[in-house]
């Protein structure tokens, strides 16, 4: 069975640009998670779905990140413009609702904001 | 103050220690207590979970809850080589899928 997979594995954009990532989580994993994993630091949850809709996004910085989850399936995250300090790893993660210890995470896309 | 707090080590030892890794939390909401292992450049992978208190033990793999002391523990026997990477701890509350995460353990186990 595939895992979470996540692109792109690297990314280095320059300061306000603009920035994508993408996530396909594991086949039959109703929930969806986003992370931001800072460096030396534990992940930290950005937004939460469950199926299409996001039933946790008060850790997601809205002036500047966005997120959407087509047909419950895959999804991206963006940022724009992107600053300094969002240089860090972002990691998808998939489960099934109600398993609530299980969460299976991809190999998370590093950014580098120069 | 955080609400799951980890050493961040680093922890070295020799190949064949036993490797004691803690956390310790604040929120006694929490019930599912995990354990992830994280290689360098990789995402976390699920080693194990504990749903409240008591032990689990998987091969060489130990996980300990105390919920009276807000402790939990992670024992590693015979460790290897193969066994160097990040740790984190990891919670949640019942009812709720966010996963609140410590900072991580860098061990590095030597041959």
């Known amino acids: 069975e595939a895992g979470v997979v996540q692109s792109p594995r690297y990314k280095i954009i320059e300061k306000k640009q603009p920035v994508a990532f993408w996530c396909n989580p594991i086949?039959?994993?109703?929930?969806l998670y986003w992370y931001r994993q800072n460096l030396g630091q534990g992940p930290e949850l950005l937004i939460r779905?469950?199926?299409?809709?996001?039933?946790?996004d008060s850790q997601l910085p809205k002036d500047r990140f966005s997120a959407e989850r087509l047909k419950g399936v895959d999804s991206t995250l963006k940022i724009q413009p992107a600053e300094l300090g969002d240089s860090a790893v972002y990691l998808c993660a998939s489960g099934i609702r109600d398993r609530e210890a299980e969460a299976f995470f991809g190999q998370g896309t590093r950014l580098t904001v120069v | 103050q955080k609400e799951v707090e980890q050493d961040p080590g680093p922890l070295s030892v020799p190949e064949g220690a036993i490797v004691s890794l803690n956390c310790t939390y604040s929120?006694?909401?929490?019930?599912?207590f995990m354990w992830y292992r994280q290689y360098s450049r990789k995402g976390p992978e699920l080693l194990m979970y504990?749903?409240?208190?008591g032990n689990k033990e998987d091969g060489r793999f130990t996980a300990q809850v105390d919920k009276s002391s807000k402790y939990i523990s992670l024992f590693i026997r015979d460790s290897q080589p193969s066994d160097s990477a990040t740790y984190l701890c990891a919670m949640r509350k019942t009812g709720a899928n966010n996963l609140f995460f410590g900072t991580g353990t860098r061990l590095t186990v030597i041959p």
């Open positions: 779905y469950e199926n299409e809709e996001a039933v946790d």
């Open positions: 929120n006694s909401a929490f019930q599912y």
């Open positions: 086949s039959g994993h109703n929930t």
């Open positions: 504990t749903y409240s208190s």
